[in-house]
């Protein structure tokens, strides 16, 4: 027997059963009452995330604060020592860089380490969490840099939005090549090539403070067209990472 024809005996028996109107309605009050009793309690986004932040791995974001302590802490002694204006430069440009990549290096961890796949299935998807890691990290960062900025006009001879140029440029450049690195690599080289970089960056910062005409105005053009140009270049990384993630070819490669 077809299942249609099950179903058109079931409600030819149903027909054949007589039923009040009245009854009916009352049952259905009375159930509707009974499963609004029963509805399960609505736990509120932000209670969610704070509760569930106590079971994620803080390794990296104890690495984070301290690298974060540890530039403010080496400006500071550069500035005790009496360390020319390249040099402290060079440092602030090296730390940015460094400072950028830990937090792409803690999306790699926390995020795509082997468990991405059981990730997208929960009530804060792996794209969400990233795109939020992203905008929180993004802000911190961006708050930590200006704040730094602001120290080095104290007692550099360079305006605030000049420094700001100087610390940014390498920031997003350094942004840049990690979300690179993070969107083409796969499992466990991601954490070797992001270091690798970092030393690069450090290196390029190092030689960029060899060059005296790399800091005075006239120069300022030429921050800040790269500014903009990996600004621009950045803005295609995120959202080449997102489509990828929503391939699968992020995901899945752990």
């Known amino acids: 027997m077809k299942e249609k024809e099950i179903r058109a005996l079931f409600l030819q028996a149903d027909e054949q059963i007589p039923m009040k109107e009245i009854r009916k309605c009352e049952t259905y009050e009375i159930l509707v009452e009974e499963m609004n009793q029963q509805k399960s309690p609505v736990i509120s986004k932000k209670y ?23 530039g403010l802490l080496t400006i500071a002694a550069l500035e005790y020592l009496g360390a020319g204006e390249k040099e402290i430069m060079t440092v602030c440009m090296a730390g940015a860089g460094s400072l950028s990549t830990m937090s792409i290096l803690v999306i790699n ?43 080095l006009e104290t007692f550099l001879d360079i305006s605030w939005l000049q420094v700001g140029l100087y610390i940014l440029t390498p920031y997003l450049v350094s942004s840049t090549m990690a979300l690179g690195i993070l969107s083409t690599e796969t499992g466990d080289k991601i954490p070797y090539f992001l270091c690798v970089s970092i030393v690069f960056l450090a290196m390029g910062a190092a030689v960029i403070g060899a060059v005296p005409e790399m800091f005075l105005v006239s120069s300022l053009w030429i921050w800040g067209f790269v500014f903009v140009i990996t600004g621009i270049l950045l803005i295609r990384q995120v959202k080449r990472l997102f489509r990828q993630m929503e391939k699968g070819e992020v995901l899945c490669m752990n």
């Not at 969610?48 to 104890?62: E, G």
């Open 48 to 70: 969610l995330l704070l509760s569930q932040f106590w079971y994620m791995d803080k390794t990296f974001f104890v690495l984070y604060g301290a690298l974060i302590c540890l």
């Open 109 to 151: 961890k926390l995020f795509f380490g082997k468990m991405a796949e059981m990730g997208a299935s929960c009530y804060f998807h792996t794209k969400q969490c990233v795109a939020a890691h992203l905008i929180a990290t993004g802000m911190v960062n961006l708050f930590i840099l200006m704040f730094m900025a602001l120290y």
